[in-house]
């Protein structure tokens, strides 16, 4: 049998010639769309998509904060080191492993400042600062752990000895942690993710105010549920921030078991091997007599070999 | 492939980059410009007249929002023609379409001869054959479709559907065994 074409896909003669026959008879389809529909249309999705990303760039900053907090506390946690309160405080602000910021007071009105600051020495390397929203100014470093903040908001993260830092109500003292410091040009507040601040001089005038606790952490179940309505939404990323906040605020709790199965299928969804990999092995190491400790031993050895663990990081 | 516009390609570049920056016209004069082409496209894909419009309002506005990352690597109207393709797998995989279709009954064989000069046999032929080729599975329908109805060589179906060639190939030729024996038109082989 012969093929018209040397490309010619076709063997049946008789399917290729119903083929052609459609080609040559189908007509010009009649387009009714026009130039204008296109752009409208186009103009809303891209109105859309830019409310989208606008809604994700405002997110970025709380969630930066939210991961920051869990590794750090990852790291506190599966290193048995505690926070330490250091010295004796005049006045406690807070102190919690609080999960979230977002339950904080009403956000200061903040006009950020222009003046750059002189060069300084240089701040201790456990120390993590930076300056959220654009305009805000470096922070003025007047010793290795001691700053001086102007009106904005900073996050601070440091895991060393206790952090000064002077601010319009004063001088406070963050101990090792996470927090979000918001200077106005009258006052002071202090969103601590993680740790313990301290006001060692001045103060802000309302205590009752720059005391008020952060946001309760969420219990287990709640933590579970979130991750679980994550899950069921397909916002895996979302899902995993939650779970990991579970397993690392609630380690005993029966919810964190579950999660933590949860959390090693979630990061092979996710094409992440070696955290899936140490999510099962924290899952044997928490739980040596689960039920599933064969299921769980069997996932792991099809992942194969891979680099070690710290919690639930790879190394 | 080339399009009127694409025989202009100095006039059409500073159009282009006018379509890119979000100008009206610039993006007034593309749409023109590969209208019918992508049109056309939907229609041998599809054989469905009553869905050019939407598939050509989903390919369009998915091609300008696109546009400010095309990067001119390829032809636009090759671009246009994958962005097509995939919006036209995504259509056939549309529950609603494959509800209607198996309500239909599937495909029909057919009882006459093909006579391509035949009006009728044609447009019933033709009915068939797209009944025929709904049901048959994604992979298989792509590679027969890209190569048999939209005529692609073997390299450009391959780097469309993201398959080696000899799979593109395979799927191709498997394809069409099984939209003959769904059309009841005799396979070769059986005929040797």
């Known amino acids: 049998m012969s093929r018209p074409d040397r490309d010619d896909p076709l063997e049946s003669p008789e399917l290729r010639r119903l083929i052609q026959g459609m080609r040559a008879r189908q007509p010009l389809p009649v387009v009714k769309v026009t130039a204008d529909q296109i752009y409208a249309r186009w103009s809303d999705r891209r109105e859309q998509r830019r409310r989208r990303v606008r809604r994700a760039l405002a997110g970025v900053a709380a969630a930066a904060v939210i991961i920051l907090g869990v590794a750090r506390a990852e790291r506190s946690v599966f290193s048995d080191s505690t926070i330490a309160p250091s010295a004796p405080a005049r006045q406690l602000v807070a102190g919690a492993d609080a999960p979230g910021l977002d339950a904080h007071a009403a956000p200061l009105e903040i006009t950020p400042q222009q003046d750059p600051t002189p060069p300084a020495p240089p701040l201790d390397r456990d120390i993590h600062l930076s300056p959220r929203g654009p305009g805000v100014p470096a922070p003025e470093v007047l010793a290795a752990r001691v700053l001086r903040l102007g009106v904005g908001a900073y996050l601070i993260d440091h895991d060393g000895a206790p952090l000064r830092v002077h601010t319009v109500d004063g001088e406070l003292e963050l101990h090792a942690g996470v927090y979000v410091v918001a200077v106005a040009a009258d006052r002071t507040e202090i969103q601590i993710e993680r740790g313990a601040a301290t006001w060692i001089a001045g103060g802000p005038a309302s205590a009752s105010a720059a005391a008020r606790p952060l946001k309760p952490a969420a219990s287990p179940a709640e933590l579970a549920r979130i991750a679980e309505a994550h899950l069921t939404a397909g916002r895996r990323e979302q899902a995993a921030r939650a779970l990991r906040r579970l397993l690392l605020t609630y380690p005993d709790a029966e919810e964190s078991q579950r999660g933590l199965l949860d959390l090693a299928r979630l990061h092979r969804t996710l094409g992440e091997p070696d955290e899936a990999r140490c999510a099962y092995q924290l899952y044997l190491d928490r739980h040596p007599k689960a039920p599933l400790r064969g299921e769980v031993t069997a996932a792991l050895d099809r992942l194969g070999p891979g680099p070690t663990c710290r919690g639930l990081r790879p190394r | 492939m080339a399009s009127h516009a694409e025989r ?52 369009f506005i998915a091609a300008l929002l696109a546009l400010p990352s095309f990067r001119g690597d390829a032809q636009l109207g090759t671009w246009l023609h994958t962005i097509t393709s995939n919006k036209v797998r995504n259509w056939w995989e549309s529950s609603r379409r494959r509800r209607r279709r198996e309500d239909e009954g599937g495909a029909i064989a057919l009882t006459e001869p093909l006579n391509p000069e035949d009006d009728l046999t044609v447009s019933r032929g033709c009915d068939a054959f797209y009944d025929a080729l709904a049901a048959l599975s994604p992979e298989l329908r792509d590679a027969f479709v890209a190569r048999a109805v939209e005529g692609l060589s073997l390299v450009e179906a391959s780097k469309l559907l993201g398959a080696p060639i000899s799979t593109v190939s395979y799927r191709t030729r498997r394809a069409e065994q099984l939209l003959c024996a769904a059309l009841g038109l005799p396979w070769p082989g059986e005929r040797r």
């Open chain 2, 8 to 59: 202009r390609p100095l006039a059409f570049a500073s159009v282009l980059r006018a379509a890119q920056q979000g100008d009206r016209d610039a993006q007034a004069e593309i749409f023109r410009a590969y209208r019918d082409q992508v049109a056309r496209q939907i229609l041998r894909m599809t054989g469905e007249p009553s869905c050019v419009d939407d598939l050509l309002q989903e390919v």
